[in-house]
């Protein structure tokens, strides 16, 4: 592994609630998850994090969710049937789209937020919803895929271009899920031992659980939360310490091929 993407969840304000520091991580990494509308990003945002991106020459992606903007798309929405979450998915990556056409910037992947990325993980159905809709608006778009889950098999079954993604900022159990947001030591906050974590999983190619157990995978890039409170500076020494091991970090879209 000598190229690498540190990609970033941002434009979830929404009307007068500010979340995360887009601008000091556009600064940082090197492709943007940008909100929707269903769980955080309204049209003003969404057309200032498209455009600061393209400013800095960061990649942009549509980061779709339930439609769940008081519970910040991390509640369960129950009787959503997989064509459904299709169709919604479909809808905010026009929106997306849209956006980027109007201020000179291009579209260029889809990462599932919060509870409808972690259900993805573990149900096929939803996983493919979500592949089914990318491939509808542009096959080229690049779905962003928890590594070794459901997600990524979806991906692969549809024939579609993918990003393995593993977190700097969240634990992960023994079967390479992430840690429930309900457990304790679920998120984690010390930008150094982030750091370490990513770097150990980059090396060995594989997801580190927290009792230490590895689950060989692929990885693409590497993502950090922008809600977390120290997101801007685990971004800074994660892509620091990646770059001092001599690997280089780029745009998704230059890293997937």
Known sequence: MDVIDL????????????MGSDAEMLDIVTSANVACGFHGGDPLV?????????????????????????????????????????????????????????????????????????????????????????????RELIYVVMAGTELERA??????????EIYADRAYDDTGNLVSRKLPGAVLHDPEEAAARVQAMVREGAIISNSGKRLPVAIDTVCVHGDNPAAVAMAGLVRKKLERAGITVRAMAETVR
């Open 155 to 164: 991906a692969a079954e549809l024939g579609l271009r993918m990003a393995r």
């Open 7 to 18: 990609n970033c969840d941002m434009g979830e304000s929404f009307g007068a609630w500010t």
């Open 46 to 138: 969404m057309f200032e994090t498209v455009s600061r991106a393209k400013e800095n020459c960061v990649g942009v992606g549509a980061h779709p969710s339930f439609f769940d903007v008081w519970g910040f798309g991390r509640r369960m929405i129950q009787g959503e049937k997989p064509e459904d979450i299709e169709k919604t998915v479909v809808y905010q990556i026009g929106a997306l789209q849209g956006v980027a056409r109007a201020v000179g910037h291009h579209v260029g992947h889809v990462k599932a937020h919060g509870t409808l990325a972690n259900l993805a993980a573990v149900e096929r159905p939803t996983a493919l919803a979500i592949g089914r809709a990318i491939a509808a608006i542009d």
